[in-house]
């Protein structure tokens, strides 16, 4: 099992910044793809960015592309979403996600296209982001 906890969520005012943090725990794997996802109030569950170990993928969504940074530490099992400037249509709650990437011919993470949420056997708890004006 793999253990996923968000945190750096809070508050913040339209045009600021925020590092959201995602540290994990328990089983490792060779191959991961880590995504970070969002539901807004009365939406659905999406795919902002995610990043492959496999083959280097990275993804953005438009939304965000420009203004939202994926990183990780592996030495501290440490996956980062860097968001600057924030917007108020970016108020949700933040997921990240982890894959193993056990099927080589699986996009876990596609340079072209969202993650795909079913791939990801790992969530972590979502950490709340509110933007306001």
């Known amino acids: 099992q793999v253990q996923l906890v968000e945190s750096g969520g809070r508050l913040v005012q339209a045009g600021g910044s925020l590092r959201l943090s995602c540290a994990a725990s328990?089983?490792?794997?060779?191959?991961?793809?880590m995504g970070w996802f969002r539901q807004a109030p009365g939406k659905d569950r999406e795919g902002i960015s995610c990043?492959?170990?496999?083959?280097?993928?990275?993804w953005y969504d438009d939304s965000v592309k420009g203004r939202f940074t994926i990183s990780s530490d592996s030495a501290k099992n440490m996956v980062y979403l860097e968001m600057k400037p924030l917007k108020l249509e970016d108020t949700a709650v933040y997921y990240c996600?982890?894959?193993?990437?056990?099927?080589?011919?699986?996009?876990?993470?596609?340079?072209?296209?969202?993650?795909?949420?079913?791939?990801?056997?790992?969530w972590g708890q979502g950490t709340q982001v509110n933007v306001s004006s």
């Open positions: 328990g089983r490792t794997f060779s191959n991961y793809a």
């Open positions: 996600a982890a894959a193993p990437e056990v099927n080589p011919s699986t996009y876990y993470c596609s340079p072209y296209g969202p993650p795909r949420s079913i791939l990801y056997d790992y």
């Open positions: 990043f492959s170990s496999y083959d280097g993928a990275i």
